[in-house]
């Protein structure tokens, strides 16, 4: 009763702002052209600014983990070339492809990690803000690659590595980066307005999502959507997971890892398709889904795992 009510509590919000922003849209007070206007908005202000105090707050010092760190990010890395390999093979069209690829290995990190990460792990949340300062850079990173190589025709090695340079997300986190490895420390009036202007990208983000969700695109998209739902919450972690408690991993960093592999796509999966010309529509369903199903099985790992002991 624990897990379902944890489960309520860290998604539910979630759907009621895309339920409000839905709601929004129905009553026409958002159209086309304020939605798109306000996705670039959150895409090159809110979502940077939120990726840059994430990684500018993280304590390296008292949480560095190497290996921790190498097994998450090889973990990431390797499922991201396998789809890379795999996504074109059952997918023809390149709009489609880079969003699936993203659905797969892209997951809710920041959303999802500090809030099971603080009921879960008896408020040590240090090891998990270590790893979102790895690990979302990461998602950016290959995520903009993964939208670049199927915008074109022809794989364009400069125009993707541009893509990747250019990107806001990316330029975020690696300014937080920045940052924090030089130890610059921002004024209070700053760090405050940086803080405060993070906190709205999320439900920002969210709600702009609800607006374009569109039920008549349900059936459009049901293969992929299944595809998706299947292999992010069930097929990865399954992997994942096992191999993790096979290496000795335990505790907080397992209850980690366990969230980067098995929790619902990324919001930002959305923005990033709609700026950068990949099935917007297609993501907006993957996120819908895999946040809905995330209900059984983020929490059926969890309360798995706290059965066995392992966390």
Not at 89 to 109: A, D, L, T, Y
Not at 235 to 252: C, K
């Amino acid at each position: 009763m624990e897990n379902l009510i944890l489960s309520f509590n860290v998604v539910a919000p979630l759907f009621l702002m895309m339920v409000l922003g839905y709601f929004l849209k129905y009553i026409k007070i958002f159209d086309q052209h304020t939605l798109d206007v306000m996705n670039k908005v959150v895409f090159k202000v809110f979502l940077p600014v939120l990726l840059f105090y994430n990684v500018y707050t993280t304590d390296l010092e008292t949480v560095f983990d190497g290996k921790l760190i190498l097994f998450a990010a090889s973990g990431v890395i390797i499922l991201f070339l396998l789809l890379l390999f795999f996504i074109p093979k059952i997918e023809k069209e390149n709009p489609k492809r880079g969003v699936m690829i993203q659905g797969v290995f892209r997951s809710n990190f920041v959303i999802f990690g500090i809030p099971v990460a603080t009921v879960y792990g008896d408020g040590n949340v240090g090891t998990t803000a270590m790893l979102i300062a790895v690990i979302v850079p990461l998602f950016n990173m290959l995520a903009v690659i993964s939208l670049e190589m199927f915008r074109d025709s022809e794989i364009n090695l400069k125009h993707i590595l541009k893509g990747v340079i250019t990107n806001p997300l990316i330029i975020g986190a690696f300014v937080g980066i920045v940052f924090l490895l030089i130890g610059i420390k921002l004024p209070t009036c700053i760090m405050e307005t940086v803080e405060d202007v993070s906190k709205m990208a999320t439900p920002l983000g969210l709600i702009l999502l609800g607006a374009s969700f569109s039920f008549s695109d349900v059936n459009k998209y049901l293969k992929e959507t299944i595809f998706i739902v299947i292999t992010k919450l069930l097929v990865v972690p399954a992997i994942m997971i096992p191999l993790s408690i096979y290496l000795g991993i335990r505790g907080i960093a397992l209850l980690t890892l366990t969230i980067i592999y098995g929790a619902p796509t990324g919001v930002s999966t959305f923005q990033m398709a709609k700026q950068m010309d990949g099935d917007s529509d297609l993501a907006a369903q993957i996120i819908v889904f895999t946040s809905f199903f995330c209900i059984i099985t983020m929490f059926m790992w969890i309360y798995i795992l706290k059965t066995l002991s392992l966390i």
